[in-house]
T-cell receptor, first 113, second 114 residues
């Protein structure tokens, strides 16, 4: 079972470049999330989605955009990358009814020079 | 919104030592509590969870946690750690009780020395 898959796993960008991280889940989960993980900061929620065609802002949404055109995919976009966006990004999904249990992808390490 | 704090950011233990990692949460109605573990280079995975009932919950790999309502705490314990327990441990609570995910503590980096 693939679970939650993120691509790419690693990426190096120059300041001002744009890129998109793709998250795909095969568990038919309604809810999907994008977190960033920084040393000493834990995980912070960027954006989330409760279903196809819907998105909402999390704790640290500035500089990011998201789209959920298909239920199984959740895209995270950086329009103009900044060094402050150097981080490890994790996608997660969960079922409705909200037990709170999240299923995570393996992460995408992004470096912005 | 709920919040969670972890007291120990870095812990170093020898193999076979006992472990207790602290976690305190802010009150926010129904309490669901989680511990996640992240092994080096891997994604987060659920270690254990508390929803209701017995306040002592058991998780994978011999870990357990006790929910103490009066202290707003959910500390993680293991009687005898192994080198393979080296990882980062996160306590988490639902952010708002809806679909807006979990709020994580800042994590505890645990190093087990052989």
């Amino acid at each position: 079972n693939a679970g939650v898959t993120q691509t790419p796993k690693f990426r190096v960008l120059k300041t001002g470049q744009s890129m998109t991280l793709l998250c795909a889940q095969d568990m038919n989960h309604e809810y999907m999330y994008w977190y960033r993980q920084d040393p000493g900061m834990g995980l912070r929620l960027i954006h989330y989605s409760v279903g196809e065609g819907t998105t909402a802002k999390g704790e640290v949404p500035d500089g990011y955009n998201v789209s959920r055109l298909k239920k199984q995919n959740f895209l995270l976009g950086l329009e103009s990358a900044a060094p402050s966006q150097t981080s490890v990004y994790f996608c997660a999904s969960s079922i409705p009814g909200y037990t709170g249990e999240l299923f995570f992808g393996e992460g995408s390490r992004l470096t912005v020079l | 919104a709920q919040s969670v704090s972890q007291h120990n950011h870095h812990v170093i233990l020898s193999e076979a030592a006992s472990l207790e990692l602290g976690c305190n949460y802010s009150y926010g109605g129904t309490v669901n509590l989680f511990w996640y573990v992240q092994y080096p280079g891997q994604h987060l995975q659920l270690l254990l969870k508390y929803f209701s009932g017995d306040p002592l919950v058991k998780g994978i790999k011999g870990f357990e946690a006790e929910f103490i309502k009066s202290k707003f705490s959910f500390n993680l314990r293991k009687p005898s750690v192994q080198w393979s327990d080296t990882a980062e441990y996160f306590c988490a609570v639902p952010s708002g009780g809806g679909a807006d995910g979990l709020t994580f503590g800042k994590g505890t980096h645990l190093i087990i020395q052989p």
